[in-house]
């Protein structure tokens, strides 16, 4: 089965900037939606038989940002703000069946040096990439560049990195959705998924060259993403099933992640 991708590939580019730009634009006009995990707040927990958290919290206007259960009815539960007035309200509310157990204030748990840190090493990162490609396809028959290779796979980088944040800054200006420690480490996969892809097909570009030497560049992509279609579709369908579990911040961004190839 040959498969023409390239004659469609301006449609591919129309789609990938529709997709792009809006998601740019929001990051520019309202940035990302931080939770605690950022920003810091207040951690409340309590033992009682009442499961109404999130409803009691919104009558009363306080941000519930997590609810994180545990044994024994017990509950751990995390407010952008709660002062000890707040506190009492809002344990009444429940009934009295309640003990409190830990009622503290707490620092963000990614803070600005380590968001630094992980921009450094994407940044050093993807300096390495270019230059590992580069060197590993410098056996590419003339006109083709080893360098555009490693050019070319930091860009697929930095575009399923951002696509992802446009997509999660229009998710939280929207319907509120906020990121946390674990979005962080869901990017970081997107990246590393988008890197091991597009190493995957540029190896296999590089392997038909000398065999189709022949052949238009175009064709040559053609077949060469044919051959890989299959594995590219099987690790799609592993992020499927774990889409509606307790890790969906991480699945969402692993499956916009997987539309994008």
Known sequence: MHVNFMKYKW????????????????????????SIDFTGGTLLEIQTPAKNFSEV???QNLELSSVQPSADNTYLLRFKTLDKDQNEKFKSA?????????????????????????????????IAIVIYIAWSFRGVPKPY??????????AALLHDALVVLGIFSLFGHFYHVEIDALFVTALLTVIGFSVHDTIVVFDRVRENLPKMYTKPFSEIVDFSLTETLVRSLNTSLTVIPLRWNNIQICSICLLVKRCLR
């Open 11 to 34: 449609v591919y580019f129309g789609i990938s900037l529709a997709i792009l730009i809006p998601g740019l634009l929001s990051l520019i006009f309202y940035g990302l939606r931080p």
């Open 57 to 59: 919290a919104k009558n």
């Open 94 to 126: 429940l009934g009295p069946d309640l003990i409190e157990k830990r009622y503290e204030s707490v620092g963000p748990i990614v803070g600005a040096e380590m968001t630094k840190k992980a921009l450094l090493a994407v940044a050093l990162a993807s």
């Open 145 to 154: 560049s080893s360098w555009k290779f490693g050019v070319s796979a930091v």
